[in-house]
């Protein structure tokens, strides 16, 4: 029961660091640095951006691993996870909507952190046309916020798992 409270721990451990640096970047870094000039902006998001990039992912990979683990102290096996049966159930559908969620969000986080993101930065630092830049960031901002809003819903999710 010790290692599955520390394995439990550390899953939950991974997903405030995930979340509460998402909620950070969006509640504290956006509108601090909002009135800065585009240039020191981009420059800083590209900082702050790389630096969480690294801890996101390290997150996400322990979250996945300790998920795993956790799935089989609740008796849930290779076989169950093969067996169509197993996702009939109600422990199976909350799963199956708690990983597709998932797989959306590292879809979507994998999008923002090495498509979009180095994208804007790469327009908002050639200012040659500002309002396109802008805009661009503003869409880079929804995606972001979507991403955390399912992060939201998978806690919610896994909150319902295990009861």
Request: proline content about 4%; charged content about 10%; glycine content about 10%.
């Given at each position: 029961?010790?290692?599955?409270?520390?394995?439990?721990?550390?899953?939950?451990?991974?997903?405030?660091?995930?979340?509460?640096?998402?909620?950070?970047?969006?509640?504290?870094?956006?509108?601090?640095?909002?009135?800065?000039?585009?240039?020191?902006?981009?420059?800083?998001?590209?900082?702050?951006?790389?630096?969480?990039?690294?801890?996101?992912?390290?997150?996400?990979?322990?979250?996945?691993?300790?998920?795993?683990?956790?799935?089989?102290?609740?008796?849930?096996?290779?076989?169950?996870?093969?067996?169509?049966?197993?996702?009939?159930?109600?422990?199976?559908?909350?799963?199956?909507?708690?990983?597709?969620?998932?797989?959306?969000?590292?879809?979507?986080?994998?999008?923002?952190?090495?498509?979009?993101?180095?994208?804007?930065?790469?327009?908002?630092?050639?200012?040659?046309?500002?309002?396109?830049?802008?805009?661009?960031?503003?869409?880079?901002?929804?995606?972001?916020?979507?991403t955390l809003v399912l992060a939201i819903?998978?806690?919610?999710?896994?909150?319902?798992?295990?009861?």
């Open positions: 029961m010790t290692l599955f409270y520390l394995v439990l721990t550390l899953h939950v451990l991974a997903a405030v660091v995930w979340i509460g640096g998402m909620l950070f970047l969006t509640l504290v870094a956006v509108p601090a640095f909002r009135p800065l000039e585009p240039p020191l902006r981009a420059r800083l998001f590209t900082l702050v951006g790389r630096q969480f990039r690294w801890v996101g992912w390290t997150s996400i990979a322990v979250l996945i691993s300790t998920g795993l683990i956790i799935l089989t102290h609740y008796g849930v096996g290779p076989g169950d996870i093969v067996d169509a049966s197993f996702w009939g159930t109600q422990f199976g559908s909350r799963l199956a909507f708690k990983a597709g969620l998932v797989a959306l969000m590292l879809l979507l986080s994998a999008f923002h952190d090495f498509v979009l993101g180095p994208r804007s930065t790469a327009l908002s630092q050639g200012a040659a046309n500002p309002q396109r830049a802008a805009a661009f960031r503003r869409r880079v901002g929804w995606l972001a916020r979507l819903i998978v806690v919610w999710t896994s909150v319902g798992l295990t009861r």
